[in-house]
């Protein structure tokens, strides 16, 4: 006799071997809090940018949001429960956007590309929550100083790299308020775009919808902040020889015209959650 | 404006930057012809197994075919065009199995698993195919003598290995002859189940269908076939600490009852296909 | 003109490209304070051993210190100004000893190895300071609810761990009076052997004599101390095939005969020192 | 009782559980005989250079000799019986030299740098061989039709790489008459300089003296002969902050005026040594 799939639980494959164990779904169902970990250590950098060329990154049923600016942040995960305290690093770019959608506009940070250093998150990011994530190598990041580096390369090529000057530790709790961004129009979350090409049917697509990953973050406590006086981002154009699956992303963004960088900070926190909110928007 | 899906293109996460890159399609999308490479040494040895055991892990609308038989196969492929001369190394579980769908009967070799030790195949292979490829780690074989011995870890536990003892050269001419398969039941393919999760909805799938990797290799040329007297397996049994996210399937696979080595070979083979024949089994 | 040895530079193979740079020289000449960096989490468990297997792994000159213990101990060190504010991860089996050598009794805490996960600081650390540094890989350590696990594998074949339980919070001020270590006889700091062998010349050696790493960190604080109620280690016995340049080394480790732990300890600190002191004792 | 060395026998830090384990020596003292393996593919460029950049770079001693030539090789090994059937890879500069020694004159390859992506045989190459190995990371080469690349990175950063284009099969009996090599002045096989620092002691030698790999491979056989029309070799010029360790070796490469390419070949070999002819030249 085959088995059977179990209602309501999640699925990966291989489904094989029963539910998959990723960050939702532990052993026998387990659930993860989330409250003493996991510890995450984000370096983040926002950069004035061009409408039209940040535009053309869109898909349908969405338009840019203001202001015009592109968020490079690496993150450096550990103590995370669903991976045994094991951890991963991270290396995002997004961009503030409005999805016009049947349930109305939703304010959100569009993620264009999620680079992870393990293979597992990937995979689960993927399907589970629809996030473009894709591989490469993300090592520690350098702390000289006061200044902080961080890299991201494919088989041994630095294709990025994003380096804060003369960090200064600020309070969390003014931060807000004085940099101005208080005022702004609120984010609903992150926004994604799922797609999941059909097998043998090329243009078709299993799914193709946009999710939400809501801005509601209760478990996460801030534990430093700290405030750069400048940042510098670079993407280093590549060939096909040395970026054979990447080399059209790192391209278009070593295209794309950066401005003055708007801010550029550091922060430790402690505490998530299991992102079992993420939800599909119509 | 946003920017619009090219019609018949292959599309992956993330779909933004344009079509994707991979094994079906390169920049300007280019097509590989796979004939002066891959290269692929694949060391493969076949257990008797116990068909309760293997029924269970066969999704709906299968059913085990005989002999009743675990692949173990290791794969170390190099010379790959599509990563530009990169290579990477696989490690499968398979059994041979007959799918009952609508189309009619299937007879074909069904993947309950198949580990990579790259990311980027891992996720064409995983979306664009439906094969369940995971991440573990494949250092290269050891050669010892006329031994070979293949291993698999995961973040440093080693999980699986795989030795085939006293290696001698065989005709590949006369390989298939003596060796009785001529007579089995032939299969079309390998057999894969894709499953895609919903996101947000525990449960439901944006994929789950049967797919088909067709029997066909007009490019592929065997270049050296060697045969083992004996073939040892070994499935280390996990903790969840050591293996978060693949303890169910590697203990499940310890669990298995092996008995006799029915054939164990190594073989060098040169050319292959970039897989664009994988199809949906409805 | 072939170049000339700079007097009073430091230097290691290759030497033709000007004096080395590493932990105390680097870009013209400049030294490392060690104030502000490096940040060490250390891992660190004693336990009760045999005398008579001891005495067998010390070099002519030593003899056993009571109380007679083995200490492993995991370092993970980012943070590394001569690194340019990288990190890597230590683990070292060492004992107490005592040293009889012509400058009289030197105690000491004599290091059988040192593992680290990175080929820089093992060349320096064999060649500038007679440390027997020797690689491994060595992952992040796992830390779930109050536990901590630390692993050691080389090539994928996990031949050591450690696990602190149940770690609570202590009062560095008090902890060392608390656990009566303030009573036992000092040590004069870490004790190694270096010995170089002379090319071509079996059994002959460039140097054989005795190093000491003085006990005397005054830029190192002490961030924050646990202690653990329990502490489990485990090497795992090894064939030739898994560990073909350590397994006479993993064997002997496997066989000691570990009795009680009588301190399981993790300690965060920052700052060192560049080891410039480290020197022969004759 | 504390152990003895044993006479006649390698020994390597750490000394206390025994001879080493190595090239030279297995267990129990066993010898590796080299015939059946190593496999080993070479990929090499030679190019006409600067007699004063180069002989800036020679020890005391030594002299340039004619031609005037840098040769860079990558060295992909597999099937190494003393790693029990493992491999590693290897990325060597070197130069036609003279060394003028109290035995007379030597005429040799003058090894400049060695980079390996493996610490054992850095160990054990540096301390019983006198070779000036240091660490990289050195990928499986990427072979695109006929053309090859060989990349070298540290950390992520890509400093070297070389490229021969248009590979085509020649016959290695005729191959150096062809050549016009058959004429040159013999060398005597690759000259090194072992230098190791006395431990405290800026400016002071354990060892500092020439040795000699003999040219002498009586179990080495050519297998395959490939010569490229052309070959590209770059030195990428790092900062501090890329390559803290290395950045005075790959900037001064990286500032050698490089000419034409005379010889540029691809040599796939099978059999080696295990290299115990290594001897101090005087």
Redesign the interface.
Known sequence: ??????????????????PS??ARQ??NGRRYECI??PNDLVVMATFKANKEQL?????????LREPYTVVLDFSFI??I???????YNTFGVSTPVTYHGKEGDVHGDFS??LWEN???P??TG??????????C?I???????ND??C?A?W????FASLKLSNLKEVDPETFGAESGTANAVPSAGGLY???????????E???A?V?LMPEDWPNMKVQQLQQADAAVSRFREAT???L??????VN?LSDLTLGECTQAIVVKTCGGKDL?????VH
């Not at 006799?1 to 029963?18: D, I, V």
């Not at 090592?139 to 100083?145: A, D, L, T, V, W």
């Not at 054979?244 to 992303?249: D, Q």
């Open positions: 006799m085959s088995y059977l799939f179990r209602p309501n639980h999640l699925y990966r494959m291989p489904t094989h071997f029963g164990l990723g532990g052993v003493d970990g535009e053309a990154l869109l898909p349908p049923g969405f338009s550990t103590n429960e669903w991976l045994a305290g094991r951890g264009l590309v393990k293979a597992d990937i995979i993927r399907e589970d929550l629809g996030v473009a994530k894709i591989y190598e090592p520690e990041p350098q702390c000289i100083g902080i580096i890299r390369s088989d041994g090529f630095e775009y799922k797609y999941i090409p059909k097998t043998g049917c090329p243009g697509a299993d799914a919808y999710t096909w020889e040395q054979p699956t990447l080399v059209h992303i278009c079992s909110d993420v939800r599909i």
